[in-house]
C-alpha cells in the first residue's frame, strides 16, 4: 500500500508570495498546486495525495488479481 514516505514534496516560491507545491509519487503520478496561502496548499495537497494513494493501492491490487488468472 502506498504511503506518506512514496512521494517526494517540493515548495517553491515562484514570485513574491506565490508557491507551487509538488507531489511527485516514486510510481510517477504527480500533484502540482499553486497559491498564496501555503498552508491551503498543505491541506489541500494531503487530501489529494490521500485519495490518489488509494487509486493507486486499488490499481496495484487489481494488476495482482488479473495476473493470478
Do not use: C, F
Not at 18 to 23: A, D, I
Amino acid at each position: 500500500m502506498s504511503g506518506k514516505n512514496d512521494w517526494k514534496k517540493e515548495i517553491e516560491e515562484i514570485s513574491n508570495g506565490q508557491y507551487s507545491l509538488t507531489l511527485v509519487h516514486y510510481l510517477g503520478p504527480k500533484i502540482v498546486l499553486t497559491g498564496a496561502d501555503l498552508e491551503k496548499l498543505e491541506i489541500e495537497a494531503k487530501e489529494t495525495q490521500n485519495k490518489m494513494d488509494l487509486e493507486i493501492a486499488k490499481k496495484i491490487e487489481d494488476r495482482k488479481s488479473q495476473a493470478k488468472q
